[in-house]
T-cell receptor, first 110, second 114 residues
Framework: KNEVEQSPQNLTAQEGEFITINCSYSVGISALHWLQQHPGGGIVSLFMLSSGKKKHGRLIATINIQEKHSSLHITASHPRDSAVYICAVGDRGSQGNLIFGKGTKLSVKP | KAGVTQTPRYLIKTRGQQVTLSCSPISGHRSVSWYQQTPGQGLQFLFEYFSETQRNKGNFPGRFSGRQFSNSRSEMNVSTLELGDSALYLC?????????????FGPGTRLTVT
């Protein structure tokens, strides 16, 4: 079993829809990261959080430490949001090494 | 402030050769981490350097090595290349230790081993 599980693996949405991507993990963490990867490979860090909720524009990230679960929400989705979204956790058991989920490929149709 | 830069961006090597990849972190960042990304395994942690010391290493064979210089620039080396080493190699820098702080990723080096 992977230490970081994401769902869904693939997601197709219509422009304007509300999107949720989920991440569950099984290790003790120092922090959880949400990353965005566009075709071509470049990765951008969207959020780093260890408790509660963060918001940046149309993106919202939440984390429940007790349930070892995080969600990334995108409100009013747009075709430019099409990318792979990756959840990663800093593993306290290995000095904070990042362990990555397999990613969620999001496609937003106009 | 300039972002994280990686050179070269693309590389084609033959089995058995060795390769060195370079990463220049954001100015002031002391941690540099290296990651391998393949379609089958996704992103995997290779190693992290902090203030010229290897802090931790992922589950990769000894053919994968790295180092960090006093200006925080880092290199990784892969010896005796295998076909399975074909991947996108990403480095990321952060102010403090990786995992605890926000990571800034470079554009990656795409290595093809033939």
């Amino acid at each position: 079993k992977n230490e970081v599980e994401q769902s869904p693996q693939n997601l197709t949405a219509q422009e304007g829809e509300f999107i949720t991507i989920n991440c569950s993990y099984s290790v003790g963490i120092s922090a959880l990261h949400w990353l965005q990867q566009h075709p071509g490979g470049g990765i951008v860090s969207l959020f780093m959080l260890s408790s509660g909720k963060k918001k940046h524009g149309r993106l919202i990230a939440t984390i429940n430490i007790q349930e070892k679960h995080s969600s990334l929400h995108i409100t009013a989705s747009h075709p430019r949001d099409s990318a792979v979204y990756i959840c990663a956790v800093g593993d306290r058991g290995s000095q904070g090494n990042l362990i990555f989920g397999k990613g969620t490929k999001l496609s937003v149709k106009p | 402030k300039a972002g994280v830069t990686q050179t070269p961006r693309y590389l084609i090597k033959t089995r058995g050769q060795q390769v060195t990849l370079s990463c220049s972190p954001i100015s002031g960042h002391r941690s540099v981490s290296w990651y391998q990304q393949t379609p089958g395994q996704g992103l995997q942690f290779l190693f992290e350097y902090f203030s010229e010391t290897q802090r931790n290493k992922g589950n990769f064979p000894g053919r994968f090595s790295g180092r960090q210089f006093s200006n925080s620039r880092s290199e990784m080396n892969v010896s005796t290349l295998e076909l399975g080493d074909s991947a996108l190699y990403l480095c990321a820098s952060s102010l403090g230790l990786a995992g605890d702080g926000e990571q800034y990723f470079g554009p990656g080096t795409r290595l093809t081993v033939t």
